[in-house]
């Protein structure tokens, strides 16, 4: 089992940018690839950005690139999101989720995270 705490969510303006974590407890953290994941409200559940259990490969959903970046630390158990610019189309509960490779859907994830609000205001 992995369980998995998000944090860093808030009330931001149209570009300004925000820091999500996500810390990881349970079994390995570093044997797992990590993703983000953002659910608007009457929207299903999209992907954000993923990075594999190295670090070495990242992805990104072409609405975020550029934008966004993804990043881990190993040694403290936990996945980053940086996200910049951001637009009030970004505005969604935040997840993130556990896997054996990176990917970008949803129903691959074995484990997930709770959610952390972020809310962009024009």
């Known amino acids: 089992q992995v369980q998995l705490v998000e944090s860093g969510g808030g009330l931001v303006q149209a570009g300004e940018s925000l820091k999500l974590s996500c810390v990881a407890s349970?079994?390995?953290?570093?044997?797992?690839?990590m993703g983000w994941f953002r659910q608007a409200p009457g929207k299903e559940r999209e992907f954000v950005a993923s990075?594999?259990?190295?670090?070495?490969?990242?992805y990104y959903a072409d609405s975020v690139k550029g934008r966004f970046t993804i990043s881990r630390d190993n040694a403290k158990n936990t996945v980053y999101l940086q996200m910049n610019s951001l637009k009030p189309e970004d505005t969604a509960v935040y997840y993130c989720?556990?896997?054996?490779?990176?990917?970008?859907?949803?129903?691959?994830?074995?484990?997930w995270g709770q959610g952390t609000q972020v809310t962009v205001s024009s």
């Open positions: 989720a556990a896997h054996w490779k990176a990917s970008m859907i949803p129903r691959e994830y074995n484990y």
């Open positions: 349970g079994r390995t953290f570093s044997g797992y690839a």
């Open positions: 990075i594999s259990w190295s670090g070495g490969s990242t």
